[in-house]
């Protein structure tokens, strides 16, 4: 089952990005802030977080929880969305594992079709990355 979760602490955008994940997932679940977020990470089997680069007063707070994502499972897929890009918080989200870094206001290209292509990706990436190393012989220590 695809099961994305939806980080934005504003309810408006929050409803925008899970409507849009839900054409992808068969389940979406929604945080408002960082701390929910790792709550419903420690307890569900994500495949996805979308998350806000920027929650309340933290501007960087989708990097903390990309990293907090990774540490619990390196093959959950993380998009950062943002209406403040820079090139500098871009590099550190894609050093740090995220599958993308998002611009809210793309020039010339609509958002919302433009993100759940790339949702379909990172989920599908994950399955991939899942099915190989199921098919990783395990080393035995001698």
């Known amino acids: 089952m695809k099961t994305i979760l939806v980080v934005d602490d504003s309810d408006?955008?929050?409803?925008?990005l899970a409507?849009?994940?839900?054409?992808v997932a068969q389940e979406v679940l929604e945080a408002?802030?960082?701390r929910p977020a790792v709550e419903i990470l420690e307890r569900e089997d994500v495949d996805l977080v979308v998350v806000d680069l920027k929650l309340g007063n933290d501007v960087?707070?989708?990097?903390?929880?990309?990293?907090?994502?990774k540490l619990k499972d390196d093959a959950?897929?993380?998009?950062?969305?943002?209406?403040f890009a820079t090139p500098g918080i871009s590099r550190q989200a894609m050093e740090g594992g995220a599958f993308d870094f998002m611009d809210r206001n793309p020039s010339g290209v609509d958002f919302y079709p433009l993100l759940r292509g790339k949702m379909e990706l990172a989920v599908h990436y994950r399955k991939l990355l899942l099915r190989?190393?199921?098919r990783q012989p395990v080393?035995?220590?001698n």
Request: hydrophobic residues 50%.
């Open 132 to 134: 190989d190393r199921a």
């Open 32 to 34: 408002a802030g960082v």
């Open 76 to 83: 959950i897929q993380v998009i950062i969305v943002t209406n």
């Open 60 to 69: 960087t707070a989708g990097l903390a929880l990309l990293k907090h994502a």
């Open 12 to 16: 408006e955008q929050r409803f925008l």
């Open 19 to 23: 409507k849009n994940a839900a054409y």
């Open 139 to 141: 080393e035995h220590a």
